[in-house]
Nanobody
C-alpha cells in the first residue's frame, strides 16, 4: 500500500517560513487530489490546502490564502506546502493526504484515503 511521508516541520518565529514536503512511496497517486490538513491541540483536523492531480485547481482556506502555496511534482511523487508569514495560530500537526475524488476538491478528511504520519509545526510569538 502506498505510503505518504511528511517532512519539513519545525519551530519558527512568527513571520518566518517553512516548507513541508510529502513524498509518496510510488506513483499510484498521480491521479489523486493531494491535500494538506492540520490539527491543533484540542481542535478538529481541518483542511488547509488542496491541489488537483494535474495541478490546475488549487484551494486554500481563507486564513492561509496569500501566505501558503501548495504545489506538486508528479515526476517525483511529491507534494509541497510552502508556508510564509507564519503566525502562532498556524501551530499544529500538519498532515498530507491523498484521495481519488473524481474532479472535486473536498475539505472533509473522510474523503481522503491515504495519510501521512504528520509533522509538527510550531510558531512562536
Amino acid at each position: 500500500q502506498v505510503q505518504l511521508i511528511e517532512s519539513g516541520g519545525g519551530l519558527v518565529q512568527a513571520g518566518g517560513a517553512l516548507r513541508l514536503v510529502c513524498a509518496a512511496s510510488d506513483n499510484t497517486l498521480e491521479d489523486h487530489v493531494m491535500a494538506w490538513f492540520r490539527q491543533a491541540t484540542g481542535k478538529e483536523r481541518e483542511f488547509v490546502a488542496g491541489i488537483s492531480s494535474r495541478g490546475d485547481r488549487i484551494s486554500y482556506i481563507d486564513s492561509v490564502q496569500g501566505r501558503f502555496t501548495v504545489t506538486r511534482d508528479n515526476s517525483k511523487n511529491t507534494a509541497f506546502l510552502q508556508m510564509n508569514s507564519l503566525k502562532p495560530e498556524d501551530t499544529a500537526v500538519y498532515y498530507c493526504a491523498a484521495g481519488l475524488t473524481y474532479g472535486t476538491m473536498p475539505r472533509a478528511a473522510n474523503k481522503y484515503t491515504y495519510w501521512g504520519q504528520g509533522t509538527q509545526v510550531t510558531v512562536s510569538s
